[in-house]
């Protein structure tokens, strides 16, 4: 009876309907993913990266993490193998501005740091303790490992001489830090949201 045949024809129809609007889903979260793994290549580097951002919000355009990355992606930030070299030009200058005695200091200890800091020196040995040669030395070491955000925490008890010399890193260590953590949550959305359309649009059995 041509009934049921129309009623199957329907069936059939809304069965691709369905399919094809789950396949275009799944299309959509795979090309923001890849644009977030493009994203992330660039903004890794030390270069801005605004045009790469600018590609991501034209598909993910409610994104926070996007709004945030904005003004960061104007400048980008150094690497993270670089801010290392670049913290081991300014630690020993930072190292010597630790042992300032300060202003109140008498003559022979004022003298003593003059004569001292004519040559930055920085003793390189232990990690261990609370001197700023040793903090110093740790977050040199976690640097050299990758870990900018335990470098920059391993060295907040240091005296405001000494952060003063350090202050361009840490305006650039932060910047790594919060590009970084944007960019990981924007990827970290983008392949939940992917494994979750990939699950929804698994075929069925009939």
Aim: aromatic share 4%.
């Amino acid at each position: 009876a041509p009934a049921p045949a129309q009623a199957e024809v329907e069936r059939l129809n809304g069965r691709i309907t369905a399919l094809e609007a789950s396949q275009k889903t799944v299309s959509d979260a795979a090309v923001a993913a890849l644009a977030v793994a493009t994203l992330a290549e660039a903004a890794g580097t030390s270069r801005p990266f605004g045009p790469e951002l600018l590609g991501l919000q034209r598909v993910l355009p409610g994104s926070p993490d996007l709004r945030a990355l904005e003004p960061l992606s104007r400048t980008g930030a150094p690497t993270r193998a670089g801010l290392a070299t670049q913290f081991g030009n300014l630690a020993g200058r930072a190292a010597s501005a630790a042992r300032n005695p300060g202003v109140e200091a008498d003559l022979f200890s004022r003298i003593r740091y003059a004569l001292s800091s004519i040559v930055s020196i920085r003793y390189v040995g232990s990690t261990k303790g609370s001197t700023p040669d040793a903090m110093l030395a740790r977050a040199q070491a976690l640097l050299d490992e990758g870990d900018v955000e335990g470098a920059v925490a391993a060295l907040d008890p240091l005296n405001d001489s000494s952060r003063e010399v350090l202050a361009p890193w840490f305006v650039a260590a932060n910047r790594r830090i919060e590009i970084d953590r944007h960019v990981s949550a924007v990827r970290a959305d983008a392949l939940a949201e992917l494994a979750r359309v990939s699950r929804a649009s698994a075929p069925v059995a009939p």
